[in-house]
Antibody, heavy 122, light 107 residues
Framework: QVTLKESGPVLVKPTETLTLTCAVS??????????VSWIRQPPGKALEWLAH???????SYSTSLRSRLTISRDTSKSQVVLSMTNMDPVDTATYYC??????????????WGQGILLTVSS | DIQMTQSPSSLSASVGDRVTITCRAS??????LNWYQQKPGKAPEVLIY???SLQSGVPSRFSGSGSGTDFTLTISSLQPEDFATYYC?????????FGQGTKLEIK
């Protein structure tokens, strides 16, 4: 069974750096058919993609947030880490990690973690 | 960046109705389009990938169509458990983005 679980702080202060960890099980981060993505959702709003990382360590970032984001992986620990600098109250959201499944040139997110609600406030 | 626009933003329908949700991409994305369902307080789940392929375990009343810039998600006969928010998402290149969502409510 494939599962992903997000962990990290639930409250950060403005200007701080956020570090979130996604622990995966049921698949390997070295599997060429898979990757991991981070996606967030402000309360009552739409989903926003943040970043990807793939088995070959290829990374991709949202254009609008690129300067603030870093994604990395620790294959031995089966973890993917997302860092976001200079946090602001508008970054308050539920943060999800999701497996990227690749097949025949297509890819989609399945499954998703349960999400972690992060509040940015002083 | 490719922008995804869904319509309508919200929709009221009854059990048994046929419902169609539309998603338009700002440029051609071939068939690199996925659909997700999200229920309150839960993570999204994939329904349709590659525009028309039904994810394993998803009921056959869900179907997807389209290519290029225009796509649709159709629910042939609404069931009580289908009332949720639906999102389209493109996976055309090394970026991706979601539509703004369509909230399907009970009439």
């Amino acid at each position: 069974q494939v599962t992903l679980k997000e962990s990290g702080p639930v409250l950060v202060k403005p200007t701080e750096t956020l570090t979130l960890t996604c622990a995966v099980s049921g698949f390997s981060l070295s599997n060429a058919k898979m990757g991991v993505s981070w996606i967030r959702q402000p309360p009552g709003k739409a989903l926003e993609w943040l970043a990807h990382i793939f088995s070959n360590d290829e990374k991709s970032y949202s254009t609008s947030l690129r300067s603030r984001l870093t994604i990395s992986r620790d294959t031995s620990k089966s973890q993917v880490v997302l860092s976001m600098t200079n946090m602001d109250p508008v970054d308050t959201a539920t943060y999800y990690c999701a497996r990227i499944y690749l097949h025949s040139g297509f890819n989609w997110f399945d499954p998703w973690g349960q999400g972690i609600l992060l509040t940015v406030s002083s | 960046d490719i922008q995804m626009t869904q319509s309508p933003s919200s929709l009221s329908a009854s059990v048994g109705d046929r419902v169609t949700i539309t998603c338009r991409a700002s440029q051609s994305i071939s068939s690199y389009l996925n659909w997700y369902q999200q229920k309150p307080g839960k993570a999204p789940e994939v329904l349709i990938y590659a525009a028309t392929s039904l994810q394993s375990g998803v009921p056959s009343r869900f179907s997807g169509s389209g290519s290029g810039t225009d796509f649709t998600l159709t629910i042939s006969s609404l069931q009580p458990e289908d009332f949720a928010t639906y999102y389209c998402q493109h996976s055309h290149n090394d970026q991706c983005s979601f539509g703004q969502g369509t909230k399907l409510e009970i009439k």
